[in-house]
């Protein structure tokens, strides 16, 4: 039998945390930044429109809602854009901390939508200093990088990436993380954040 599941936002019934209508009818807002380390960031909706949604992530059933946003981010983003083949996806720091690594989910969810041109790297690129940013200043961001550790494991250095990470605020963890690579001979093509803060 299947199990009756209310949409978290309309709260009518629905076989999926956020039914199909509710999917539909977020606000897509695509935006790009270029931060000054020179990394493109392309992001798919505007933190504020979608918080109430982002924020379940904190919650045990956030796994599922934060897949389905970025299946849904990823089809937009395939049929615009052409990647080349043998890209690889490295999502920041995609360790499991408390419940689940929130960029695992999101790198699994585009190459899945890439019908296997974009390869997932996991573990890849770990942040030796796993501090929370949230709420923090950017004074205190700056004096608190993550100081991220490249572990070449799986991933074919010879081969595009494009980084993924679930939010953009001020691009300080994305340009670590850019350095990070840079200074391996990593060639990064661009990143993917599913929300932009400014918005
Ligand atoms: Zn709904």
Redesign the pocket.
């Known amino acids: 039998m299947l199990k009756a599941m209310r949409?978290l936002?309309?709260e009518?019934l629905?076989l999926k945390l956020?039914?199909q209508?509710?999917l539909d009818s977020l606000p897509l807002r695509p935006t790009s930044r270029v931060l000054e380390c020179g990394l493109s960031v392309h992001s798919f909706f505007g933190l504020n429109d979608i918080a109430p949604i982002i924020h379940s992530k904190y919650h045990i059933f956030g796994s599922r809602i934060l897949s389905r946003l970025s299946g849904h981010c990823a089809r937009y983003f395939f049929a615009k854009v052409d990647i080349p083949a043998h890209t690889t996806a490295i999502g920041l720091d995609d360790l499991p901390r408390k419940h689940y690594a929130h960029t695992a989910i999101i790198v699994r969810a585009f190459c899945r939508a890439s019908g296997g041109v974009l390869r997932p790297s996991y573990g890849t690129l770990i942040a030796s200093n796993p501090i929370s940013y949230a709420g923090k200043s950017l004074e205190f961001r700056q004096n608190n990088p993550r100081n991220f550790v490249y572990k070449p494991k799986i991933h074919k250095p010879d081969m595009g990436v494009i980084l993924f990470d679930d939010i953009i605020t001020s691009g300080l963890t994305l340009t670590q993380a850019y350095e990070c690579l840079n200074a391996h001979n990593v060639r990064v093509l661009f990143a993917i954040t599913l929300a932009d803060a400014k918005f």
Do not use: G
Request: proline share 0%; hydrophobic share 20%.
């Open positions: 949409c936002v309309c009518n629905s956020l039914c209508h509710c």
